[in-house]
């Protein structure tokens, strides 16, 4: 199965876009957008991430909340702020404005990299290279997608200046493809700190 993925980044950043207008619409300083929830199995499925938003206020309250714990001190305050997973506002595969298209694109990019059959019986076979090649080409997508709706909303000026558009993977590996090297010092200074 092939993939048309100039139809693909299309979709995939269209939707990112519309997440990041209606959470920047509905007020408040909304510092990050993140696309994180990378899901895939070598050989096997490839799943569409879920989409994250935070702004300043949330994280301050949380941050307050936080300290006021006694019994159970909070971790450090990078943490909180850079896990998408407990951002208030998320954007799963029902959010979709076609819900269709996260499973049909899910479906599509794991079967051009596992074959034929590979999404209904969630096989783990084939070519591992073929897989690969699949994987790090949907990640340049996601890749791009960031950087477009980011460049677009700082263009269009309807977001915070500091805004980010962020791809957030587990490893922090996608984040300097995603960030500026001044955007990685500022805000993941720790990221910075490791090169």
Known sequence: MDVDWGRFEAELTAELER???TRVARGGHTYAVAVYLFYAETRGRIMLPSFAAATEE??????AAHRSQREFPPGPWEDLRWNPADWPHQHFDADWGD????WAWSKTLTEAAS????????LMEGDEARWEAVHERYIDVVVRACRTV?????????????????????E??????????AEIRQY???LAAAD
């Not at 074959?115 to 969630?122: H, K, Q, S």
């Open 172 to 181: 922090e590996e996608l984040v300097p493809r995603t960030l500026t090297d």
């Open 58 to 63: 949330w994280f301050e309250e949380r941050l």
């Open 115 to 122: 074959g034929e059959g590979a999404w209904d019986e969630n």
């Open 99 to 102: 819900q269709d298209a996260f």
């Open 150 to 170: 980011a460049a677009t909303l700082r263009r269009e000026r309807v977001a915070p200046e500091n805004l980010v558009v962020v791809a957030l993977d587990d």
């Open 188 to 190: 993941l200074p720790h």
């Open 19 to 21: 997440f990041a207008r």
